[in-house]
């Protein structure tokens, strides 16, 4: 059973464009969220995370949006550059303990 | 400040053999996750050490699956009698906290091949 659920699996976007990733969870424990990139051959590097206690989370570029009556949440990517191509990961967890991961978004940004 | 280390980041097995798979945190960091990571998949969670207690170890197959996190030296992720299937990236990843939303700081990966 996925306890997150991620999409879309894969996404081109032209460079200066918005890439938007999607994550849904059903455990209403979960109370941190976190998103992951990881380019081959590399392990995940944290990006950006957030608690259910704010709806919006901004990083530079990054922007995290969290809805937690529809328990779902968001990456927005903002003036999406080549080098943001890789694989992204959603993640929650209850307490830090356990973490699950969605399944992985492969972003490619075409110049 | 060296990142966490894992090694070796590539190991060939055939079917039967033993994998010893070893993770060194980073520095301060007692909390040590492992995470399987089949191709074109997310990560699986594994198990959840701190030094020398399993914390949780749901993750983990029943049988030719385990883990330690000894007082001293590396954790080690042992696999006996591999099989083709045990073939993936397995990650570990470490934190210097735990329920505290502390964050995951991952290795670089060992790549399994069971030939």
């Known amino acids: 059973q996925q306890q997150v659920k991620q999409s879309p699996q894969s996404l081109i976007v032209q460079k200066g464009g918005i890439s938007i990733i999607n994550c849904a969870y059903e455990n209403t424990a979960f109370d941190y969220f976190p998103w992951y990139q990881q380019f081959p051959g590399k392990g995940p590097a944290l990006l950006i995370a957030?608690?259910?206690?704010?709806s919006e989370k901004k990083e530079g570029r990054f922007t995290i949006s969290f809805n937690k009556s529809a328990k779902q949440f968001s990456l927005h990517i903002m003036d999406s550059q080549p080098g943001d191509s890789a694989t992204y990961f959603c993640a929650a967890s209850e307490a830090g303990n356990q973490f699950y991961f969605g399944t992985g978004t492969s972003l490619t940004v075409i110049p | 400040n060296a990142g966490v280390m894992q090694n070796p980041r590539h190991l060939v097995r055939r079917r039967g053999q033993e994998a010893r798979l070893r993770c060194s945190p980073m520095?301060?960091?007692?909390?040590v996750y492992w995470y399987r990571q089949l191709p074109e998949e997310g990560l699986k969670f594994m198990v959840y050490l701190q030094k020398e207690n399993i914390i949780d170890e749901s993750g983990m197959p029943k049988e030719r699956f385990s883990a330690e996190f000894p007082k001293e030296g590396p954790s080690i992720l042992r696999i006996q009698q591999v099989v083709r299937g045990d073939s993936a990236a397995y990650f570990c990843?470490?934190?210097?906290?735990?329920?505290?939303?502390?964050?995951?700081?991952f290795g670089p990966g060992t790549r399994l091949t069971v030939l």
């Open positions: 957030i608690r259910p206690d704010v």
């Open positions: 520095k301060g960091h007692s909390h």
């Open positions: 990843a470490s934190s210097p906290v735990t329920g505290g939303y502390g964050e995951q700081f």
